[in-house]
């Protein structure tokens, strides 16, 4: 697929239908598969069959219900449920997988697989959202370069914060402490910062306002910009003093900034001629950074004149098995890569998309510590 800012609403409806085609086909065999699983293990009477039945159905539409219905006085715990359901179901399938790989490789032990098996999942559940509940944890990356630079330079670097109707304003307010108290130079956002329309999140806008930063804040979008509205988005970024650089270079004094927006990712080779044009003329001595929503094109970014690449998109999978699958899908899906004197730096993300929960991976705030070799 393939959005441009400024689409029209046609491309939106369609954006919208492929996505809850896709999402619902895959989130409705989860469903299922889950359940079996369940009716397979135990033997439940006719009412207590017909609860979880039930409980099923309503776990199953209430995410999309409670956005549908945000507005109302109960969308929002609707829509908390919805979340927590879906990370419970993905804990789970990741839980029963093993099981029935288990079950295959080891006979006789049928029982006891079965009974570790469906006591790891509201364990695993409990402890991933306790681990979300903690807030992004601070991760510090040092990086020189043989590049001058006058002094060193101190990023901040956030991404898929995800502002939208499970946000709380206590949340972001204790995120802009978090990244004022690091005195940065920059503070850079690689996309996703919004889920939802401008209406909603407006209110955020003034807390972020108060972001510090000794140069300014930035941002790119990403693919959730562009299904929440990307016009939405900007005026959101307007109110909040975020400069957006989606398809601009930017001249700083030690640092030429690049940001592109997500869909040039989806343009193939395209993406790769805009990326050279944004560099026409630019100064090879400054380091070069980019701001691109997801960790692609890192080769073909450092072959262009790019120091440094920052991005996001991946959340490190937030839960399994989505943590292995992002691995296999993303070659650089988190953490920091190098190619010939370049770096890329693929965050697990600020905030968390869906579920508010987190396994095998942590929220981050990133500081980036640059300096010269």
Not at 55 to 62: C, K, N, T
Not at 175 to 201: F, H, Q, R, W
Request: charged content about 20%; glycine content about 8%; aromatic content about 12%.
């Amino acid at each position: 697929m393939c959005f441009y800012k400024g689409g029209t609403m046609l491309k939106r409806i369609m954006a919208f239908t492929i996505f809850f085609v896709i999402f619902f086909s895959i989130y409705g065999g989860m469903n299922y598969f889950v359940y079996t699983q369940l009716m397979n293990q135990f033997t439940l009477g006719g009412f207590i069959k017909l609860l979880i039945q039930l409980i099923f159905w309503l776990g199953g539409v209430s995410y999309v219900l409670g956005r549908l219905i945000r507005k109302f006085k109960y969308g929002f715990i609707v829509s908390y449920f919805g979340s927590i359901w879906m990370g419970i179901l993905s804990i789970s399938l990741f839980v029963l997988m093993i099981k029935e790989v288990l079950l295959y490789i080891i006979n006789g032990y049928d029982y006891q697989i079965n009974t570790i098996a469906f006591t790891l999942i509201p364990i695993l559940s409990l402890v991933s959202i306790t681990i979300a509940k903690k807030g992004p944890i601070l991760k510090t990356i040092e990086i020189k370069y043989q590049k001058t630079m006058k002094n060193q330079l101190r990023i901040i670097h956030l991404s898929d914060i995800h502002l939208g109707l499970l946000t709380s304003k206590k949340w972001v307010n204790e995120l802009v402490e978090s990244c004022n108290g690091l005195e940065a130079d920059l503070i850079l956002i690689t996309g996703d910062m919004v889920d939802d329309e401008y209406e909603k999140i407006k209110k955020f806008a003034p807390i972020l306002k108060t972001l510090k930063a000794k140069v300014g804040v930035y941002a790119v979008s990403g693919n959730h910009e562009i299904y929440s509205g990307y016009e939405g988005f900007k005026r959101f970024c307007g109110d909040a003093n975020i400069e957006v650089i989606d398809n601009k270079r930017i001249e700083l004094e030690d640092i030429t900034l690049i940001g592109v927006d997500d869909s040039s990712n989806r343009r193939g080779a395209n993406a790769n001629h805009q990326l050279k044009d944004l560099l026409t003329d630019s100064d090879s001595a400054k380091l070069h950074i980019l701001l691109s929503h997801q960790p692609v094109k890192f080769r073909e970014a450092v072959e262009a004149g790019i120091d440094l690449q920052l991005s996001g998109h991946t959340h490190r999978g937030q839960i399994p098995p989505l943590n292995f699958i992002v691995a296999i899908i993303f070659k650089y899906s988190y953490g920091v890569y190098r190619y010939k004197n370049s770096y890329i730096y693929t965050t697990s993300g600020t905030g968390t998309w869906g579920p508010p929960m987190r396994l095998f991976s942590n929220s981050e705030l990133v500081k980036i510590e640059i300096s010269q070799e």
